[in-house]
């Protein structure tokens, strides 16, 4: 059973506030990732991580950054927090699949955030 | 740009019946799929997944099938159950050594009706 938590849940804030959501996962898995996804749109990746002290911008430009000082934590950041960053952010990490071929990706619950 | 393109936002099919979520893809280098299920409030989970080597792949009640020349693809759940609603993904993505990136859909929202 995948064990990968995201704190909150839910986040209301004002523009121009720093905030942090937080991911963390207990399942020893070296690669993370961040997606983010508007109401009836597709998951966009914007922050991937193979292992601690490594991370990489995705296919979608975000003004988040990230940092994956431990394996099982992988906080991202907005410095200021703006209407246009309100959308649902998704953490996932991923681990080999027995018999496949590409890693099996564990997601979170999300964080819903709503910047007014 | 768009690569990966489920085209239908909801379906809704009576239980015991079949339902069929289609998915199409623009990009010819992809040659992994994968579904994935969401409930509401809960991250997507995977479901199934087929190689471009295969055209057939079945799991239990879910068989994802792969017309590559078409560049679509399609997941049939028989028999359909309450549980199934949901919504699913689809996702591809081009084989890269375990580092690969998924390229998502935008989602088709399945309801069964009991």
């Known amino acids: 059973e995948a064990d990968i938590y995201q704190t909150p849940r839910y986040l209301v804030i004002g523009t121009g506030k720093k905030i942090t959501l937080e991911c963390s996962q207990t399942m020893g898995h070296d690669k993370m990732y961040w997606y983010q996804q508007d109401p009836g749109m597709e998951l966009h990746l914007i922050h991937y991580?193979?292992?601690?002290?490594?991370?990489e911008k995705g296919d979608l430009s975000s003004e988040s950054t990230v940092s994956r000082i431990r394996t099982e934590h992988f906080p991202l950041t907005l410095e200021s927090a703006r209407p246009s960053h309100t959308s649902q952010y998704l953490c996932?990490?991923?681990?080999?699949?027995?018999?496949?071929?590409?890693?099996?990706?564990?997601f979170g619950p999300g964080t819903r955030l709503t910047v007014l | 740009d768009q690569q990966v393109k489920q085209n239908s936002p909801s379906l809704s099919v009576q239980e015991g019946r079949i339902s069929i979520l289609n998915c199409d893809y623009t990009n010819s280098m992809f040659d992994y799929f994968l579904w994935y299920k969401k409930y509401p409030a809960e991250g997507p989970t995977f479901l199934i997944s087929i190689s471009s080597i295969k055209d057939k792949n079945e799991d239990g009640r879910f068989t994802v099938f792969l017309n590559k020349s078409a560049k679509h693809l399609s997941l049939h759940i028989v028999p359909s159950q309450p549980g199934d609603s949901a919504v699913y993904f689809c996702?591809?993505?081009?084989?890269?050594?375990?580092?690969?990136?998924?390229?998502f859909g935008t989602g088709t929202r399945l309801t069964i009706i009991p």
């Open positions: 996932a990490s991923s681990s080999p699949r027995l018999g496949g071929i590409v890693d099996e990706q564990f």
């Open positions: 991580s193979y292992g601690v002290n490594s991370t």
């Open positions: 996702a591809a993505t081009v084989t890269n050594f375990g580092n690969e990136k998924l390229t």
